[in-house]
């Protein structure tokens, strides 16, 4: 950024930390839509869904898929934390396509309100890594950020 300020940001799972490093913009699957935080944005803590995460720095961006959680801003730090979180490069789409066909197949016979419920967030969780997983398959060649954590 021009005035040199910029937001860390970190991911994190259950499994540990996905992503660590600095933005000057992140955009997050919000609850209630798409969020966009640039360094000095106010104090949030918020809800977020199954989608992309964009982490934009000096050109360049990294792109996660997150699957829900919650995301923390203060003091230009971005804390993320993940139900479930993947690098777009990193996705398997033949897994995901699987993964959302054997949901699918197990909705047509789920015998509870629960089971169909628990097969309607895998399928959603599918589809988002597939749809993230097309983000980076379309995205023009820019130089992504470096690997970290």
Same mark, same amino acid.
Do not use: C, W
């Given at each position: =950024? ?42 949030? =803590?918020? =809800? ?22 919650? =995301? ?22 033949? %897994? ?28 959603? %969780? ?24």
């Amino acid at each position: =950024m021009a005035n040199g300020l910029t937001l860390q940001v970190q991911v994190v799972t259950t499994t540990g930390l996905i992503y660590e490093g600095e933005a000057d913009e992140v955009v997050a699957p919000g609850s209630e839509g798409q969020l966009g935080i640039l360094p000095r944005h106010a104090p949030l =803590m918020t =809800m977020l869904k199954v989608g992309a995460l964009h982490i934009k720095h000096n050109g360049g961006e990294e792109t996660l898929f997150v699957g829900g959680g919650f =995301m923390e801003v203060s003091n230009n730090q971005v804390i993320v934390l993940a139900d479930d979180a993947e690098r777009a490069a990193d996705i398997d789409e033949a %897994r995901a396509e699987e993964a959302r066909r054997r949901a699918e197949e197990a909705l047509a016979t789920a015998a509870s309100d629960v089971d169909r419920a628990a097969l309607e967030g895998q399928i959603e %969780r599918a589809l988002g890594r597939l749809r993230v997983a097309e983000i980076q398959r379309h995205r023009r060649p820019r130089r992504e950020l470096p690997s970290q954590g």
